[in-house]
């Protein structure tokens, strides 16, 4: 009777230990696919992962760690025969120069699986290139993957990886076209790119899970599905095969990916030894402990009950050795055990922390009185499922039921954070909850454990949190709008200033240039000589402000335009020559032979940035009786770190130079070397700052090296970016126009859709305008105001509308408007502005009224043939064409600007017509006595406004008369014109009365002048 109990105890001390040892195997078996899974996400969410965005995943994993018995990972491509060599010309390029494909047996397939990418490389020398795909095993298990869309398992196989004959098996997941959610098998062979591979050698991944187990158990396992009929045997840790007297067996089978697996569980010798020698009360004792310790496993609180399972294990030691237990070491076992249980669940209610176990096929759970106090449910509450689910925050619920169906079907770990409603209060709680399910041999979940911990405190303290720090940073970002706010008012007020300043001075700087070359003593000429010094110095001050306060409100923009390196140095080293030559200095420069002939930078500004730098170095430059002073500028190619080329350009000097100390402030706005460099050698601070800015709009960056007394080198980095600059004309004409001998008559041109309707109030400018269309090959109507262009549109004749911007009765921009509102679907005319307002803006206010495109008066040939070019190209080309030389003065609209002081603009300028017109004597001559009349009568107009006090009206015929004036080349006049509109327009009587008084005498002389010229031609 004794040795039954003693034989069915035993039987129960091995099935309770194969139990826990198959559902380690399961869960050994089952972690390759999860690393497979990890991959098959990226393939999934981009087409092109490459080498090494594959080895880059792979090495995330601890393969020994994580995948015990696992080779690595490896993506097997589909590719056809025919696409084959293209296959290995990619593969090659992508990091595999000797990639070269491999078959095993069977090459009669169109479609191969080729080992495309394997990692750990290293641990897989032979299977990159293998076609598995060319194996009849490997091919049954594939496809079974592909056609299913599931993880698939293979029969035990011989790895080619593995030097010894060891059985080993391939895992595999298949991975469809991005996007591509097959629903067939026939969708699912058709989208399929290759799979996801995972080589395991059992008995290495076996000898992990018996490491783990407990003594004096051998193992062994065969695959049911084998062709022998017995099962082929794939792992045996006893590799003797003696088979063990009185040895205790039992048998399960595990399914596994669809394979069957028959697992047998032998007792060995030393089980036995300790079986014989134990009474049956002792088996009772260690079979009860150790059912509690399988109960701990399976609720996988093995840490929390780490303590209990050590004085377990201390106390069986005890027994076996001792061969004999009392009752009362029993009793103590029985009461330590307890009283752990006891320690842990204070630990719970200390840190709020409750387990919980649910039954997957009965609905029903059961948690720690912990678990219900932050639930805040009591014994009447029915702990389902349904249940569970209505404690959970309405706006939770949705998310944790599709997280449970996800951690299920990844047979993954839960861990969510959301909140709970307490039955007993209706008070809300955060809480943490981990959990995580257990499975049957068909892969069904049964249970759900874990815990659940009370975060509550900690949640409403972060969100708290959150808050303060939400409201901190709008604090912080109302300060700083109000400091950009503060920043742009400020640059503003300097750009203002330093118009209105600049004005007066062009004055000055005017008036010293007229003064110095009168007849004046020695002693006056020092004294004008100081003034002028003075005074370029002051305007260079406020041209500095200018462009850092340009700057600083982001108003300032460079040009990306072909520029000419060498041209754009030369012209700068030729202006400081006479500088370096009065301080007895050298001044040179070199150019590399391998620099281009031009790049794409903004010459304005560099010829600025090198001004900069070279008046810096000959200012801090001197010549004594110990060494001559030099200054150099080297332009050179060059190379960044990354390899990009760029052009050097370094300005090199033995002058003063710096400490580090200084170098490092050098860029900083208004700072200078130090507290005497100011006194000593003058300046803002801001030509460097500024510099730098500028190259950094240019894509570039400035460096310097300098040593105190021995010199510096400032080395302006920019990117080289080769450009071609058209070769220009020889001589003096440097653009060519093509005008036509005679324009089409108006019915012509109606036919050919191209007559131009010009709005124009001012008589002179109608006539200028209406030559210069007729010189290009067009035919124009004129309108004098926005009224009668909107009656003349209306009839549909026109190609394109020609406006000036200010016109009375309807301007040029309500007349767009009026236009573009009128017009049908699938219509557009082309609206052109022509304006003598070449204020900043003016062209935005035109675009946004509805025009095309836009022109500055008075405008020449030379500008307004390639905007009719543009808008309006004649039919048929420009045939009967003449060419017609024009010269290359400055910009009549340039001239037209308030840059100058009235003494120093043309009084007359005889050219003027013939640049805006060609060269027509007569049309010439007729025009200026046209003009010569109604200015007088215009001047008329604005004396009689003036005498009634109405400044505004003043300034509308100022502005006629401003326009005509400098279509004419009668500058001056102009100028005085622009500055009554401006003045009387904001209704200043006072300024605008003393800018009438300066109309009458710019006349007169500008009168003596044209009747003097009309004179000379009549002669």
């Known amino acids: ?56 995943l792979v090495e ?66 032979t299977a990159l290139g293998l076609d598995i795909g060319s194996d009849p095993m490997r091919r049954i298990t594939l496809q079974q993957a592909i056609d299913s869309g599931k993880p698939s398992m293979s029969a035990p196989i011989s790895l080619v990886q593995n030097e010894l004959p060891k059985p080993g098996v391939l895992m595999m997941i298949p991975v469809y076209a991005k996007g591509a959610q097959p629903a067939t098998v026939a969708e699912r062979r058709a989208a399929v790119r290759g799979l996801l591979v995972a080589p395991v050698v059992i008995s290495e991944l076996m000898r992990t899970v018996t490491n783990e187990s407990e003594d004096f158990v051998n193992l062994r396992i065969l695959d049911l599905d084998a062709n022998d009929s017995h099962g082929q045997v794939i792992y045996d840790s006893d590799e003797t095969d003696v088979a063990e007297q009185h040895a205790y067996t039992t048998d399960t089978v595990l399914s596994v990916m669809g394979r069957q697996w028959s697992v047998r569980f032998r007792s060995e010798a030393g089980f036995n030894a300790k079986i014989d020698r134990a009474s049956p009360w002792i088996i009772f004792a260690i079979g ?47 009461q330590a055990l307890e009283a752990n249980v006891l320690a842990m669940n204070e630990a719970q209610r200390i840190g709020r922390v409750g387990t919980y176990v649910t039954d997957i096929k009965t609905g029903l759970w059961k948690g720690t009185a912990v678990l219900d106090e932050i639930f805040g449910i009591d014994a009447t509450f029915e702990k389902t499922i349904p249940n569970w689910m209505t404690l959970i925050a309405p706006e939770f619920q949705k998310e944790l039921a599709e997280c449970y169906q996800q951690v299920i079907a990844s047979k993954s770990k839960f861990s969510r954070e959301y909140q709970v409603i307490r039955p007993v209060d209706g008070q809300s709680c955060w809480v943490e909850a981990l959990g995580e399910f257990s499975f049957d041999a068909e892969g069904n979940p049964t249970f759900f454990h874990g815990t659940i911990h009370d975060i509550n405190a900690r949640k409403l303290a972060e969100l708290e949190l959150k808050n303060h720090q939400n409201h901190l940073e709008e604090l912080v970002r109302e300060k700083t709008r109000a400091a950009e706010s503060s920043n742009l008012a400020k640059s503003e007020f300097l750009a203002n200033m330093s118009h209105e300043i600049r004005t007066p001075m062009n004055g000055v700087i005017g008036m010293v ?62 202006l400081m020559q006479g500088v370096a030559s009065a301080k007895g200095l050298t001044l040179s420069m070199s150019v590399s032979p391998d620099l281009p002939q031009a790049i794409y930078a903004d010459p304005t500004r560099l010829r600025q940035v090198l001004l900069n730098l070279l008046g810096n170095a000959v200012k801090f430059t001197r010549s004594d009786s110990s060494r001559v002073g030099t200054v150099t500028l080297v332009l050179e190619p060059g190379t960044q770190p990354d390899g990009q080329p760029v052009v050097l350009l370094q300005v090199r000097d033995n002058g003063i130079g710096m400490s580090a100390e200084v170098i490092s402030n050098l860029f900083t706005p208004f700072a200078q070397g130090d507290a005497s460099t100011a006194r000593q050698f003058g300046g803002t601070g801001l030509g460097l700052s500024i510099s ?98 909107l009656r003349k549109w209306r ?11 200010h016109m009375p009765h309807m301007d040029g921009l309500e007349l767009t408007k009026a236009i573009r509102s009128a017009e049908t679907p699938g219509t557009h005319l082309p609206i052109i502005a022509i304006t003598a307002n070449a204020m900043q803006g003016e062209a935005q206010h035109c675009l946004d009224a509805g025009m095309d495109d836009y022109l500055s008066k008075p405008l020449r040939l030379q500008e307004l043939e390639p905007m009719l070019d543009k808008w309006l190209p004649l039919s048929g080309g420009r045939d009967q064409e003449q060419v017609v030389a024009e010269d290359a003065p400055e910009s009549i609209a340039k001239h037209a600007l308030p840059v100058s002081p009235i003494d120093t603009l043309d009084i007359f300028n005889p050219h003027t017509l013939t640049e805006l017109m060609g060269n027509n004597p007569d049309m010439h001559q007729r025009l200026l006595k046209k ?84 004179g000379a031609e009549t002669c």
């Open 795 to 805: 009839s549909g004749r026109y190609g394109l509308l020609l406006t000036d911007c």
């Open 288 to 334: 009860t402990l150790f059912s509690a310790l399988l109960a701990i496993y399976l609720n996988h609180r093995r840490r929390q009950f780490a303590q209990v399972k050590k004085l377990v294990d201390d106390r069986t030691s005890e027994l076996e050795h001792a061969g004999k237990v009392s009752d009362a070491h029993y009793k103590a076992n029985q």
């Open 513 to 574: 240039d007229i003064l110095q070359q009168t007849p004046m003593l020695p002693e006056q000429k020092r004294m004008l000589s100081t003034i002028a010094d003075s005074s370029q110095t002051l305007l260079h001050i406020l041209n500095d402000i200018l462009d850092y306060s340009k700057i600083e409100a982001g108003k300032l923009s460079v040009e990306r335009i072909p520029t000419s390196l060498k041209e754009a140095a030369l012209s700068v080293l030729q």
């Open 60 to 125: 995330t994993r601890d393969l020994a760690k994580e995948f015990p018995g696992i080779r690595g990972f490896s993506f097997n491509q589909r590719v056809t025969r025919s696409n084959l060599e293209a296959f290995v010309a990619d593969t090659r390029l992508d990091g595999a120069p000797a990639y070269t494909p491999r078959e095993m047996s069977d090459g009669s397939h169109d479609d191969m699986y080729l080992v495309k990418y394997i990692e750990p490389a290293s641990a897989n020398p």
């Open 931 to 1014: 003009f010569l009349l109604n200015a007088r009568r215009q001047i008329n107009s604005i004396e009689a406004a003036m005498l009634d006090g109405n400044a505004p009206q003043a300034a509308d015929v100022a502005h006629a008369l401003k326009s005509a004036a400098r279509s004419v080349g009668a500058l001056a006049l102009g100028e005085v014109c622009e500055h009554i509109e401006a003045v009387g327009q904001i209704d200043d009587v006072e300024k605008t009365a003393a800018a009438v008084a300066n109309l009458a005498p710019t006349f007169d002389r500008a009168l003596a002048r044209i009747e003097a010229h009309l």
């Open 692 to 789: 730098g800015r500028l190259v950094s709009l240019m894509g570039g960056h400035i460096t310097v090296q300098s040593t105190p007394a021995e010199g510096s080198e400032f080395t302006v980095v920019l990117p080289l970016q080769e450009a071609h600059i058209e070769a220009k004309a020889s001589g003096p004409i440097n653009q060519r126009l093509k005008l036509r001998a005679s324009a089409p008559s108006r019915t012509e041109a109606i036919g050919l859709g191209q007559l131009i309707l010009l709005a124009e109030d001012n008589e002179t400018n109608r006539e200028v305008l209406g030559e210069q269309l007729r010189l290009l090959g067009y035919c124009a109507d004129m309108a004098e105001d926005g009224w009668v262009a």
């Open 1 to 56: 009777m004794e040795q039954q109990r003693i034989e069915r105890h035993a039987q129960d001390m091995l099935q309770h230990n194969a139990e826990r040892l198959t559902h380690d195997i399961n869960n050994h078996l089952t972690q390759p696919i999860y690393g497979l899974n990890g991959i098959k996400a990226t393939f999934h969410a981009t087409q092109n992962v490459n080498r090494a965005d594959f080895r880059a």
